[in-house]
């Protein structure tokens, strides 16, 4: 790939950076990324298009289950390359042929201004819809994880909860979640680093142990 081509290309911001500002118009007025949402966790996510099929069952998808992001303390934040109108537009036909009501902020990003910034333009894929990218951000405005999705393939809404979930557990307690982790099962507890705590780990019958470095307990 020649330079040129290479300068065409955004960076995607990673797990562990700061999520990069931005100001938008949304569907519930302008937002300035740094100050939006304060003390809360965000998932933010991209969408191809407006009015089309796939698009809208996610969209309901988030809708519909909005009371269980916010009794994680997480305001939804949605994103296409569409115009505030289209948007509008697009929230009313789905409420008044479904009766769901897409009560979240959608980002109007026609110019491709933060699809760009964050990464969510993949041009193999398309270079004007953004893929269905996750962003999940914690109070602190860094990244924490992301999800990639292509243009044919719908989310799954439960991976979505149960690793926000996962992330702010884990945060919580200082643990790790193992395979398939949902609320309610053990978690790992970290790995012994030193000769004495790998002693006292062998010594404790308190948690679930596999080996002396892999053990796990209930919260």
């Known amino acids: 790939m020649e330079n040129s081509e290479l300068g065409n290309v955004n960076p995607m911001p990673r797990i562990g950076d700061q999520a990069p500002d931005f100001k938008a118009k949304t569907t519930k007025g302008e937002i300035q990324m740094s100050d939006f949402a304060k003390d809360k966790w965000i998932v933010m996510f991209s969408h191809p298009a407006d009015f089309t099929p796939v ?92 999800m990639y999705y292509p243009l044919n393939v719908g989310r799954n809404m439960d991976e979505i909860l149960r690793a926000l979930e996962a992330l702010q557990v884990s945060d919580e307690h200082g643990v790790a979640m193992p395979l398939d982790w949902k609320k309610g099962d053990k978690v790992i507890i970290p790995p012994p680093k030193t000769l004495d705590e790998m002693n006292a780990r062998i010594a404790d019958n308190t948690c679930e142990k596999v080996d002396w470095y892999i053990a796990k307990k209930s919260l």
């Open 55 to 146: 698009c809208t069952t996610e969209m309901s998808g988030f809708a519909i289950r909005k009371q269980e992001f916010d009794a994680l303390n997480t305001e939804l934040l949605g994103l296409s390359i569409d115009s505030i109108h289209s948007h509008l537009g697009w929230v009313n036909n789905v409420r008044e042929n479904t009766g769901v009501y897409f009560d979240f902020p959608i980002i109007a990003d026609i110019d491709m201004k933060v699809s760009k910034l964050y990464g969510m333009l993949q041009p193999n894929e398309s270079e004007t819809a953004a893929v269905r990218a996750v962003f999940f951000i914690d109070p602190k405005k860094k990244i924490r994880l992301i």
